[in-house]
């Protein structure tokens, strides 16, 4: 059973950084992709960025692009996101997300492509 445990949230001004990082253990042969995703109040869960495993091809949302960065540590089993130039509207509860398989019925967006789930991490950036 794979589990997913988030670390790295907190409370930042407006335009400092963070590094959050989800660490996966538990049957972790087989990882096609990791993502992280951010849910804000009273709003749906977002896909931010993402990550395959083998070949590191990556994802954006349009939100974020410039200021993020997700990378791996394939031997740690290890997905970061480097969050830069933080802004009031990046406060949300961020989740990490392991999709085992490429086959999948759903877009990369779509909560359900995904098979585990962290625990989240809270992001506060005041301004």
């Not at 049957?27 to 993502?35: E, P, W």
């Amino acid at each position: 059973q794979v589990q997913l445990v988030e670390s790295g949230g907190g409370l930042v001004q407006a335009g400092g950084s963070l590094r959050l990082s989800c660490a996966a253990s538990g049957g972790t042969c087989n990882i096609y992709a990791m993502a992280w995703f951010r849910q804000a109040p009273g709003k749906d869960r977002e896909l931010v960025a993402r990550s395959t495993w083998s070949r590191g091809t990556t994802y954006y949302a349009d939100a974020v692009k410039g200021r993020f960065t997700i990378s791996t540590d394939n031997a740690k089993n290890t997905v970061y996101l480097q969050m830069n130039s933080l802004e009031p509207e990046d406060t949300a509860v961020y989740y990490c997300a392991l999709q085992r398989s490429a086959r999948t019925l759903y877009s990369i967006y779509h909560l359900s492509t995904y098979d585990t789930w962290g625990q989240g991490t809270q992001v506060t950036v005041s301004s």
